[in-house]
């Protein structure tokens, strides 16, 4: 299973700025959409979900994982990556503030398994977390991701 | 054993808490079989099995089920799940 996360990620922002969640989110779909993974739309759909089933894809410390289901504003199965300046409340019990969102996008409910399961084993460790999110620009973070990937 | 791994939309959240779940069980020795679902058919799911893992804001969605229902905070930590799923089991 040699999935590097750097060459999964169609979209990388850092340092970047969001007043509230539903920015993070936004600034992630927007990634989606830039990447040709996902249409505007999907960005809508992400936001529903966290004002239908709360901050639940807040999945660790700090990393929250935005998404919303398979529907025909998904173009191809793809991820985001946005990186803020400064971290911003989901409302989340435990893993709250974010200051990393990834945007998933699927078409299907199988065809990303590998790429999740590099996505945990890197973001497990908290000092890579805050690596990454120290990071300036895109290429810092595929260096890291590379780098992570060749010794986890 | 079936346990049954929760999140709102079945590719993400439950997706990563199914694998964490299956590396948790084989370090426990514990034969299981683990299914991802979404919060629409989860509480179908969680009536035939022993074990729910989801997240503290779907456990409240979930509501009564005769499984048991264990919060997961990180769906990254093997070993936070490993824990859990062992204290459920004993």
């Given at each position: 299973m040699a999935v590097n996360l750097a060459d999964e990620l169609s979209s990388i922002?850092?340092?970047?700025?969001?007043?509230?969640?539903?920015?993070?989110v936004t600034l992630a779909g927007d990634g989606l959409v830039a990447g040709g993974v996902a249409t505007n739309r999907y960005t809508h759909e992400m936001i529903d979900v966290v004002l239908q089933h709360g901050p639940y894809m807040v999945v660790a410390p700090g990393v929250a994982l935005a998404h919303a289901r398979p529907s025909p504003a998904v173009l191809r199965t793809g991820l985001s990556w946005v990186g803020l300046s400064a971290p911003v409340e989901f409302g989340h019990?435990?893993?709250?503030p974010v200051s990393l969102v990834i945007g998933l996008a699927a078409t299907d409910h199988q065809g990303?398994?590998?790429?999740?399961?590099?996505?945990?084993?890197?973001?497990?460790?908290?000092?890579?977390?805050?690596?990454?999110?120290?990071?300036?620009?895109e290429h810092e973070v595929r260096r890291l991701l590379t780098e992570f990937a060749a010794t986890s | 054993m079936k346990i049954v791994a929760v999140c709102g939309m079945g590719i993400g959240t439950s997706v990563l808490l199914k694998m964490n779940a299956e590396k948790a069980l084989r370090s426990l020795g514990i034969?299981?079989?683990?299914?991802?679902a979404d919060i629409g058919v989860a509480r179908g799911a969680a009536r035939t099995a022993q074990v729910v893992l989801t997240s503290a804001e779907l456990a409240t969605e979930i509501g009564d089920v005769p499984a048991k229902v264990i919060v997961i905070d990180n769906f990254f930590d093997v070993a936070e799940i490993t824990q859990k799923i062992q204290s459920a089991v004993e």
């Amino acid at each position: 299973m040699a999935v590097n996360l750097a060459d999964e990620l169609s979209s990388i922002v850092t340092q970047a700025a969001a007043a509230d969640w539903r920015e993070a989110v936004t600034l992630a779909g927007d990634g989606l959409v830039a990447g040709g993974v996902a249409t505007n739309r999907y960005t809508h759909e992400m936001i529903d979900v966290v004002l239908q089933h709360g901050p639940y894809m807040v999945v660790a410390p700090g990393v929250a994982l935005a998404h919303a289901r398979p529907s025909p504003a998904v173009l191809r199965t793809g991820l985001s990556w946005v990186g803020l300046s400064a971290p911003v409340e989901f409302g989340h019990t435990a893993n709250d503030p974010v200051s990393l969102v990834i945007g998933l996008a699927a078409t299907d409910h199988q065809g990303h398994l590998a790429v999740m399961a590099e996505l945990a084993s890197v973001l497990v460790d908290p000092e890579r977390v805050r690596q990454l999110i120290a990071a300036t620009d895109e290429h810092e973070v595929r260096r890291l991701l590379t780098e992570f990937a060749a010794t986890s | 054993m079936k346990i049954v791994a929760v999140c709102g939309m079945g590719i993400g959240t439950s997706v990563l808490l199914k694998m964490n779940a299956e590396k948790a069980l084989r370090s426990l020795g514990i034969d299981a079989d683990v299914e991802a679902a979404d919060i629409g058919v989860a509480r179908g799911a969680a009536r035939t099995a022993q074990v729910v893992l989801t997240s503290a804001e779907l456990a409240t969605e979930i509501g009564d089920v005769p499984a048991k229902v264990i919060v997961i905070d990180n769906f990254f930590d093997v070993a936070e799940i490993t824990q859990k799923i062992q204290s459920a089991v004993e």
